[in-house]
């Protein structure tokens, strides 16, 4: 007995120090780029939470608890960067936020951006277009972001690459449909952003991405019935971990249509609503400390020519800054 338990404290010793190595190393989700695309069925257990964990003298928000390939990790969020991480659950202690974490910037700008209407409907619309964050609190440079719904054509690369000499950041709002059916441009952008010539923050878009032309916005898009708008959420973000990546805190509105409902719902998911100051496809003119919005897609290829065209005459304010940046 005696024994016994002696081995049982040095296994205890043994899988602690392993434990200590493991919290000095970042989590990495294998997915080679030369693969097939990964399944969300890979990350299990996806749960929503808002938690405060400690770690040494370090604090973070934990907003996604999960398994991926067996082993517990969170989903973190700097209060103040808002950069995303994932970490070991064995590795930090958690608890419920208190007001702390309510007082953060990241919080701030859940709370602000959820509650942000957008443009002004006709009386009677149930519907709101271009709710959350489409300007910073400043007036310099833009934030470039680029959609990517379900299309039948080919990601923009020349539009891509083109950044790419120019150091911009851009954030990508992905689909989950759009991945799935594009399993080799999603992985050309992941080698890009590995190999550090595209800084890309990935944005969710929802799964699906319903749209009829034929229905009035407030029947098509994110509010078309019958869709389960936890499933839209989650599964984006648990396509994006499963595939190696690290969704961020932002979210942006199929179609920029929305409800009061669905500001409800992203406020309780703690993300961010993410409108556009300016749709160059529309028209739209991008003004200093503003968010532009472009469809790599293949698409909307006059929103791609617009920013070209504009970019090349020195219209675009620079710099081109990190999405973080704006809230």
């Known amino acids: 007995m005696k024994r016994f338990l002696l081995a049982l404290a040095i296994a205890f010793c043994a899988c602690g120090a392993a434990r200590a190595d493991d919290c000095a190393t970042p989590v990495r989700i294998e997915a080679p780029l030369d693969e097939p695309l990964r399944s969300l069925e890979r990350v299990t257990d996806y749960q929503m939470m808002l938690e405060s964990c400690t770690r040494d003298d ?3 928000l934990a907003i996604r608890d999960m398994k991926v390939d067996g082993e517990e990790l969170l989903l ?3 209060p ?4 995303t991480r994932l970490e070991r659950a064995a590795c930090w202690t958690c608890r419920e936020a208190g007001p702390d974490a309510w007082k953060s910037r990241y919080i701030r700008a859940v709370e602000e951006f959820g509650a942000a209407t957008g443009k002004k409907l006709p009386p009677g619309a149930s519907w709101l277009e ?3 964050l489409t300007h910073a609190r400043d007036n310099r440079g833009v934030f470039v972001t680029g959609d990517l719904c379900p299309s039948h054509k080919p990601l923009e690369r020349r539009f891509l690459q083109n950044l790419e000499t120019q150091d911009a950041k851009i954030a990508l709002s992905v689909t989950g ?5 594009h399993g080799d441009d999603f992985r050309w952008l992941r080698k890009e952003k590995a190999e550090k010539r595209l800084d890309i923050l990935w944005t969710n878009h929802s799964f699906t991405h319903p749209f009829r032309p034929s229905l009035p916005d407030g029947d098509t898009f994110i509010l078309t019935k019958g869709l389960d708008p936890e499933d839209e959420i989650v599964n984006v973000e648990r396509l994006l971990i499963a595939n190696g990546e690290t969704p961020s805190v932002f979210f942006r509105y199929p179609g920029l249509v929305s409800n009061s409902a669905w500001a409800t719902r992203l406020r309780a998911a703690h993300l ?7 749709w160059l496809a529309l028209g ?3 003004g200093p400390g503003g968010v532009i919005l472009v469809h790599p897609n293949g698409n909307e290829p006059a929103g791609i020519a617009a920013f070209e065209r504009l970019n090349h005459s020195g219209a675009v304010p620079r710099p ?6 704006a809230p």
């Open 58 to 60: 370090t604090a973070i």
């Open 76 to 78: 973190t969020v700097n």
């Open 80 to 83: 103040e960067t808002l950069q």
């Open 130 to 132: 271009n709710a959350g």
């Open 177 to 181: 449909l759009w991945v799935t059916q």
């Open 272 to 278: 961010i609503p993410l409108g556009a100051d300016s």
């Open 284 to 286: 739209e003119k991008p």
């Open 320 to 325: 081109f800054r990190p999405l973080m940046e």
